[in-house]
């Protein structure tokens, strides 16, 4: 099949597009209202998005309550989520009122980050703690603003569970994050194959990894 994407007439029950661009990790976003309310949600358009600085983003449908926490405080923490915590990381996508915390609906624990205010998730073995860059409303092809919210944010601060720390490297295979796929589908990495890059070519294959 193929379909005009912007008038999005697929013809089947679910639009494919999730579906398509999978698997996405999930950036658990913890943040602090003004108040220092504590919020904690997960967001499946997530990623880092340059190494050197390390930066990452996510984008909500929707002026959240953790776009406008991080508009107000400038900090937030990308808390991995993991199979493991899967029960917590989707019940905390409840639509709880502005003010309540994540934290205690789901029984996580918010622990003190070392370099901003926003708390990590105790659980999680691995914590990314950003500062705030800036906020990009989405627009489509004609300039229309959509209700859509990129956030980007630097990492200036890493927490890593020893124990996943295996030959110097981190051991994926027991972090097993999780990923959205479409609809209601889920995956988690509990393998992993290794490839050898080849060497002088150009694009992301050349780069270190």
Same mark, same amino acid.
Not at 173 to 181: F, K
């Given at each position: ?11 089947? &029950?679910?639009?494919?597009?999730? =579906? ?10 913890? *943040?602090? !209202? ?14 880092? #998005?340059? !190494? ?6 996510? *984008? *909500? ?18 808390? @991995?989520?993991?199979? =493991? @915590?899967r ?8 639509? +709880?009122? *502005? ?9 996580l624990? /918010?622990? /003190?980050?070392? /370099? %901003?205010?926003?708390? $990590?998730v ?8 950003? $500062? ?15 209700? &859509? ?5 630097? %990492?200036?601060?890493?927490?890593i569970?020893?124990?996943?720390? &295996? !030959?110097g490297?981190?051991? #994926? ?9 479409g609809?209601?589908? +889920?995956?988690? %990495? !509990? ?5 050898? &890059? ?12």
């Open positions: 099949m193929n379909y005009d994407a912007i008038k999005n007439e697929h013809g089947l &029950r679910h639009d494919p597009f999730k =579906a398509i661009v999978a698997p996405r990790p999930i950036g658990w976003i913890s *943040s602090l !209202d003004a108040q220092g309310n504590a919020n904690l949600a997960p967001y499946s358009f997530f990623n880092a #998005v340059s !190494d050197n600085p390390h930066i990452v983003m996510f *984008s *909500s449908a929707g002026w959240k309550d953790s776009v406008a926490n991080i508009e107000t405080t400038g900090e937030f923490v990308c808390n @991995l989520a993991t199979f =493991a @915590l029960e917590q990381m989707n019940q905390s996508s409840a639509p +709880y009122a *502005s003010g309540v915390s994540e934290f205690g609906e789901t029984g624990t /918010a622990v /003190a980050s070392s /370099a %901003v205010k926003v708390p $990590r105790g659980e999680v073995p691995v914590a990314l703690e950003c $500062r705030h860059l800036q906020t990009l409303q989405l627009r489509d092809l004609e300039g229309t603003p959509a209700d &859509r919210w990129m956030v980007l944010g630097q %990492v200036v601060s890493i927490y569970d020893d124990a996943v720390i &295996r !030959d490297v981190i051991d #994926v295979t027991e972090l097993r994050p999780l990923a959205r796929l609809y209601h589908d +889920y995956s988690v %990495v !509990d393998h992993v194959f290794q490839m050898t &890059r080849p060497r002088g070519g150009g694009g992301e294959a050349s780069g270190a990894a």
